[in-house]
């Protein structure tokens, strides 16, 4: 059976890392549905928040190997746990002095913002779960939506256990505690 999972990595803050773990994603043949990365509570680490549709056996095997990453501190599969998520969407709607009342009364029911306004448009910032901006998204469609972003799933898990409090469960040991060298004989910055 396959199914959204959701995973949170904890990465040292360096240039290339995001293009390793999503290089490890290519090679196992998963489709990153969504991924969310900026820093963390903890200095010179950042978060990552990845979303993935497989089977959560596969995706135990891809979280282990993404602890053989040099730059990944800690990796949760927060899939099953009790975890609040949400998602930022910048649309653009096409409007005209006949639509605009509209669209204002359907952006104010999904409690979300007009951040820009021009004579043929409206920028709707929406923020909720994906059902939500999905809801919000449909019905926006029919005015014509001229552009639209969103950032993707970020998450954290509800109550005082945390992804980012390192000291938790042991995982393998933290790259930055050791000193370590590279598989190619370099000796890592930042490191004794």
């Given amino acids: 059976m396959s199914t959204k999972r959701t995973l949170v990595a904890l990465v040292e803050d360096r240039p290339g890392v995001l293009n390793r773990v999503a290089s490890l994603f290519r090679r196992r043949g998963f489709n990153i549905e969504s991924l969310a990365v900026g820093p963390s509570d903890v200095p010179n680490i950042s978060r ?3 979303v993935v549709d497989g089977a959560t056996t596969v ?13 990944v501190v800690k990796v949760s599969d927060i899939s099953e746990d009790n975890f609040v998520a949400r998602e930022l969407a910048l649309i653009k709607v096409r409007t005209t002095p006949s639509t605009r009342s509209e669209i204002i009364q359907i952006v104010d029911i999904f409690r979300a913002n007009i ?12 923020t909720g779960d994906e059902e939500k901006i999905d809801s919000l998204l449909l019905l926006l469609r029919s005015f014509g939506v001229k552009e639209m972003v969103r950032t993707g799933r ?3 898990v509800r109550g005082m256990s945390g992804v980012t409090t390192l000291e938790e469960e042991p995982p393998p040991p933290l790259h930055h505690l050791r000193p370590r060298v590279e598989q190619r004989g370099r000796h890592i910055p930042g490191e004794p």
């Fill in 59 to 71: 995706v135990e095997q891809v979280a282990k190997q993404l602890y053989k990453l040099i730059d």
């Fill in 48 to 50: 990552m928040t990845i």
């Fill in 154 to 156: 970020v998450a954290l």
């Fill in 115 to 126: 951040v820009d306004v021009a004579t043929d448009s409206l920028i709707v910032e929406a």
